[in-house]
Nanobody, 126 residues
Framework: QVQLVESGGGSVQAGGSLRLSCAAS????????IGWFRQAPGKEREGVAA???????WYANSVQGRFTISKDNAKNTLYLLMNSLKPEDTAMYYC????????????????????WGQGTQVTVSS
């Protein structure tokens, strides 16, 4: 099992930036899928960004060019830098890891992940 703890959420005006962090523990390998997901009230959870290893990344079309996912293996921490935030980015953001499973063709699908953090709220006002 991987323990995931998110932080860095908050309230920001449209056009602003936030950086989310996800501290991971309980798994030593760096070669697994890990990503960020979000869920707004009344909506389904959706994938925002994911990565495998050190360099392979995927982004949802809605955040491409605005959000950047990165990982510091020395600190076992995943980041999500969010720039040019929009009110529609308002949601609870979750970090998730896919551990002990093989290749997936859909790394942005929440159902592909079996370890989840508790979430951190991001609110963007217009």
């Amino acid at each position: 099992q991987v323990q995931l703890v998110e932080s860095g959420g908050g309230s920001v005006q449209a056009g602003g930036s936030l950086r989310l962090s996800c501290a991971a523990s309980g798994y030593t390998s760096s070669n697994y899928y890990i990503g960020w997901f979000r869920q707004a009230p009344g909506k389904e959870r959706e994938g925002v960004a994911a990565m495998f290893g050190a360099t392979v990344t995927w982004y949802a079309n809605s955040v491409q060019g605005r959000f950047t996912i990165s990982k510091d293996n020395a600190k076992n921490t995943l980041y999500l830098l969010m720039n040019s935030l929009k009110p529609e980015d308002t949601a609870m953001y979750y970090c998730a890891a896919r551990v002990g499973r093989s290749f997936t063709r859909t790394p942005l699908m929440p159902g592909e992940y079996n370890n989840w953090g508790q979430g951190t709220q991001v609110t963007v006002s217009s």
